[in-house]
């Protein structure tokens, strides 16, 4: 039976240590890869229902534990029960044989537990539709707090509504000298500064806007998913660490960027999008499915499902839009103000004496 048992532990040690020297082993019959993690290949785990990744991690973790530590008790009980010297013999206990089989680890529990680490690792706990949906909920706030902004400036701007009334019915002497006197008692020059936030508040409230509702749009399309859980598997980025979604209206540019990894572009998702999607990949890598990477279409075949044509057909129905508007340049604006100022004399409010002008 000790010679059965011999060649058994013979037998599986070779086959374990197969895998190290180039066979492929019992246990490990492939040498895939998830960073330093090896793939034992064992799938499906034992336990049932959500989450089996999590419970055979559990599961298996506890015995290897227990074992570790049943196995350093008898350990030191041994140690201490053998005698230093023949003078202590007395009383002294041989250990029975097989002491410490019970403690030794069993391989299968060990590549139970090491699948469920590469499975952990692997598993869609946080996905592209999470990450987008994330920066759809963060535009949004921004996009709220630069629309607080814009009332707020707003509001002070509109009381060049109030003159335009006082200005518009001033026909006659008497009701000149009334917008005059309107003027004087009333605060109602508008401050550069609130108008530049104003300007500027559209601005974010734009990049806002169109940034919340590509990333929600985004979150919800089979190949730009791919194409994002594709990078993230492939340069083993962890995407809830850091990694953020940026778009780009007038490029129609989505960008993705990574931990560890250059950054994924998505190009034409949303407009001029006849053809294929630009994909400017993390890295590059050959689809092989093994970590369900294969996006649901070819990359030849990844187009994008937005329907162009839609912002430019509701804006068109907005008030005052229009498409071949002078682009927003606060720096511009403020020198236009310079020379402005520069070239012609202006007229001011005399606080001295309450007269319009400079006397």
Known sequence: MAKIKKMAMVSLFLSVSGQLSGDTGVYYPQAITFGSLIDPNINPLRPVGELVEIQELVNTAAYINQQV???QASVVEMSMGVPQSSNSVEGLVVPVAGRTDSHKIDLLEVAYYNQSILDTANANYYSAEHLLVDSYEENMDQMEAAIEMFSGAATEISKAEAI?????????????IQLQNYIRAN??????STVQTFNQSLDVIEDKAQAATASLWASQDSAVLAMIN??????LSNMANGSTVSYDAWSDQMTITWDNATDTVLQGVFFNNADNIGWTQATTEVYDGFYGDTPPVTINEMYSAYSYG???????????????AKLYDPVQLVQDVIDVTNENPTTNYNNQNGNLGGN
């Open 164 to 176: 335009y009334t006082e200005a518009i019915n001033a026909q006659t002497d008497d009701e000149r």
């Open 187 to 192: 605060d109602v020059q508008i401050d550069q």
């Open 230 to 235: 594709h990078d993230a598997i492939s340069t």
């Open 310 to 324: 839609s912002g430019e057909q509701v804006a068109s129905m907005g008030s005052g839009y229009n498409i071949n």
């Open 69 to 71: 530590s049943d196995a």
